[in-house]
Every structure is written in C-alpha cells, then in structure tokens.
C-alpha cells in the first residue's frame, strides 16, 4: 500500500536535500514536494557537523562547478542570512604560509581567487599578518576579505521552514529503505508508510551511493566517510584567534589542513583533521560498523587510495590519537598554543566520492537516470554553495525532466 501520490520525492534533509526543496517548491509550485529524512530532525549529520564557514571559493578549479556555486553561493548565503536573521559575520581570513616552499601554491590560490572572481583578495608580509592576527606567526599569508560564518544548523531549520510555508511537506523519522520503479511511478519504501512519487532526487550524504544503488543505478562511485574532529580553544585562550586562520591545503587532498575558526558563537576551534572512519554517521574513533567498513574493503578504489596515500592516512591517524602531534600541526600557524589550551570538541563526519581509479571525486557531482536525480559528491563547500546547488539541480531537473 502506498501513501498518497507525491510529483516529486526528495531523500534527505540535509542543507543540499533542503536547499533542492527550497528551490524546487518556488520555482515550481505546482509539484506536490516530499520530503524524507530519516532522522527526527533536518539537518543533523554534516549540515550540523561542520566549521561553519562560508567560504569564500578562493581554493577551486577556475570553470569547476565549486568555484562557480560556491563564489555566487556565498554571496547568496551572506544575503539570506541577513534576510532571515541568522547569525553571521564577514570576518575574513588569513591563508598563512610558514615555508618558503609554500610560496608557489600560495601564488596559485591567488591566482585561481582572481579567476574566481574574488575581490580584495592580497599577499602580506608577517607584520601585516601580526596586525590582522596578533598571535599568528607565517612568512607570507594571503588575505580573503569575503569569507565569513554563520550556523548552518539554524540555516537548515529556516530553509525548512520556508519549504512548509511554500506548500512542501517534510517527514522526518522516515527512513529510505527501498525503492521500486514501476510503469509511471515510482515506489518509496520506508520504515512506515510507502510513498508514491513521479521524480526522485537522492541527497542522501553519506549514504547517497546506496540509495543510487536501491534504485538499480551502479555509480562509478562510492561514498568514503572521513571524519574530522576538532578541538575547542579553552575560554581563556580564545583571544589567540581574532578570526580564521588555516594553513597553505595540501593539493592532493580536497581538506584544508587543520586550522582556527572563530564560530558564530564566539567559541574558536582548531580542526578538522581527516580520518578514515569505520562508520559512515560514526562520530567517535571507537565507532565501527561491519557493513560499512565492507563494502568499503570490496570497493577497487579503496585499497587504490590508501596504496597512494598511505604515508599521509597514517599522519593523520597519529594525529587523531595524539593531542601533542595534533598541538604541532596548530603550533605552525599560532606558535603560543599549548596542549592545555585545548579541549576535545566535536566532530564531523565528510561524505567524499571516491573513485574505481583511487582517485577522490574532486568537483561536485550530480547524475541523472530516467526519472530520477542522483547527487553523489557535495563535500565542502557545499553548505556554502547549498542556494546555488538548489538552482543547479532545478535547472537539472527541468531539462531532465521537462518541467516548466
Ligand atoms: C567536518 C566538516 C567540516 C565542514 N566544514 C564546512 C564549512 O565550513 N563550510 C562549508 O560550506 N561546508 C563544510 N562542510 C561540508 C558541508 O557540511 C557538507 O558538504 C554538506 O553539509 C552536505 O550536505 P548534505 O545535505 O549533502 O549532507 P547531510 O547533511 O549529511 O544530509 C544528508 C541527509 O540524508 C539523510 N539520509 C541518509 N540516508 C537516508 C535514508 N535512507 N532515508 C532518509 N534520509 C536519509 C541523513 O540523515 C542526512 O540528514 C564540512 C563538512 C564536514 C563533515
């Protein structure tokens, strides 16, 4: 038996499967819009478990697609967090190089900021940098005046919000359990009712390649959960940092490197590292789930990945269990940060592609199949972007589908 009859199902309520709906339920009012989310509330994995910054796109590909949605993406975050009154601040930052050899990626980013269509975006010498950040320590370090952070938790709450208020329905505690493709409808199985839907999109996070493959897709793809866990700047100390300070990104790695972020909240933490989890939605290191960590093994491109960077994984896992080595890595960017100056924080669960070749899907990725929507890769910054992705996959969807 299924539930009344839906024009369009979206799975997942987090900012991406939010921002889709929000799109979707203005441009397109007539579509009776559902929404599920498994959890009893929207927005509870990384659309909550996040740096909260809004980022300003300096990093990206010049043409990819997380250049173009993220630099207008910010833009539009910024403009509707003041719209709707949630919490941000266009503090800036600073990128800090602390070795010569850093210099030329440093250029780089300048470069692809420029290309980005960033303004304001300029090199410094150390005494600038000390006048921006007082305890900050680099031999060069570039300044992005746009970037700014706000709660993304609160965003996701208020785009739901506006969702209701244009005619969507959500339904949390409703978890996707399966999917039947039947002449002119498609099934929706949950853990309670089952639900009838002409169009689907799948923004499922961390379990978006498995719902790309409930409904009989075989993405080239897998989702491999890395998660990143943060430290808490003690209160006394969190005038150490006036803003945001990060380090010069290792281009190999789509992570930024571990680095201070002053929240919304006025807290500063110092983090994300990037860890191979053994559970997708596993916030503790102790967290393990078989299935997970199975379907991980079998995948070619696990074992791929870590032949290629087993050298750098392995840092990251000392790091993880070592607060000293996790202090030295900070200790580059602010020298008079201590052990005791830090506290264990929260953690944050990244859903990242993961290719056959070994390779990390390094742009986003959206992929249509017959009446349905698959997105496969939003890591960061895609809460940033989130109001441009819901465009994109609106337009996605109204080609693909023909909808007017
Ligand atoms: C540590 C960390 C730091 C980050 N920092 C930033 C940052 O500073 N700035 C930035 O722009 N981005 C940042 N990001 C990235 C950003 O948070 C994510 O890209 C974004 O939140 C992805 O949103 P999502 O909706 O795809 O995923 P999620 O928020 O994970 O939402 C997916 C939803 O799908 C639901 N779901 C899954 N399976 C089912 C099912 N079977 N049935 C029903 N529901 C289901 C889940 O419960 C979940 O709510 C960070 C991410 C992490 C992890």
């Known amino acids: 038996m299924t539930d009344s009859r839906h024009d369009v199902t979206i799975i997942g309520g987090g900012i991406v499967g939010l921002a889709v709906a929000l799109e979707i339920t203005k441009r397109f009012p007539r579509l009776r819009l559902l929404l599920l989310e498994k959890e009893n509330r929207v927005g509870l994995h990384q659309s909550s478990h996040n740096s909260g910054v809004i980022h300003s796109g300096i990093y990206y590909k010049p043409g990819s697609l997380k ?36 210099f030329p990626r440093l250029e780089e980013l300048r470069r692809r900021g420029e ?42 709450s208020k785009y739901a919000e506006l969702i209701q208020t244009q005619g969507g ?63 808490d700047l003690v209160a006394e100390r969190s005038s150490l940092v006036r803003a945001l300070i990060y380090p010069v990104p290792d281009p190999r790695f789509p ?29 503790r290191r102790t967290d393990f789930n078989l299935k997970d960590v199975a379907s991980s093994l079998a995948f070619p491109g696990f074992w791929r990945m870590v032949a290629r960077n087993w050298r750098s994984g392995l840092d990251e896992f000392r790091r993880s269990f070592s607060k000293s080595e996790f202090v030295r890595a900070l200790r580059r960017l602010v020298p008079e940060v201590n052990e005791k100056d830090l506290a264990p924080g929260g ?16 742009d986003f990725q959206f992929v249509a199949a017959g009446k349905m929507l698959h997105v496969l890769n939003v890591p960061s910054p895609a809460a940033t972007a989130s109001l441009l992705i819901g465009r994109a996959i609106g337009d996605l969807a109204a080609r693909t589908f023909g909808w007017r």
Not at 118 to 147: F, K, M, N, W, Y
Not at 179 to 207: H, M
Not at 347 to 362: H, N, P, S, Y
């Open 255 to 283: 992570f930024l490197g571990v680095h201070f972020t002053r929240r919304i909240s006025g807290r500063v933490d110092a983090g994300p590292n990037a860890v191979l989890a053994f559970r997708r939605e596993g916030y």
């Open 67 to 102: 250049a173009k949605l993220c630099v207008e993406g910010a833009r539009a975050m910024v403009e509707f967090c003041r719209a709707h009154g949630i919490p941000h601040q266009v503090c800036g930052k600073v990128i800090v190089a602390t070795h010569e050899d850093e």
């Open 347 to 362: 953690a944050g669960v990244r859903a990242q592609a993961l290719k056959r070749d070994g390779a990390l899907v390094d």
């Open 169 to 231: 329905t959500i339904r949390t505690s409703t978890a996707v359990t399966g999917l039947r493709q039947l002449t002119g409808e498609i099934v929706v199985e949950t853990n309670g009712p089952a639900f009838s839907t002409t169009f689907l999109v799948n923004c499922a996070g961390l379990f978006s390649d498995r719902i790309s493959r409930m409904a009989g897709e075989k993405p080239d793809t897998m989702i491999v959960p890395f998660r990143g866990e943060y430290y």
């Open 115 to 156: 290309a980005n269509g960033l303004t304001g975006v300029h090199a410094i010498g150390p005494e600038q940098l000390r006048e921006i950040e007082p305890h900050a320590s680099g031999l060069r370090a570039l300044v992005v005046p746009s970037t700014a952070i706000t709660d993304y938790g609160a965003v996701c």
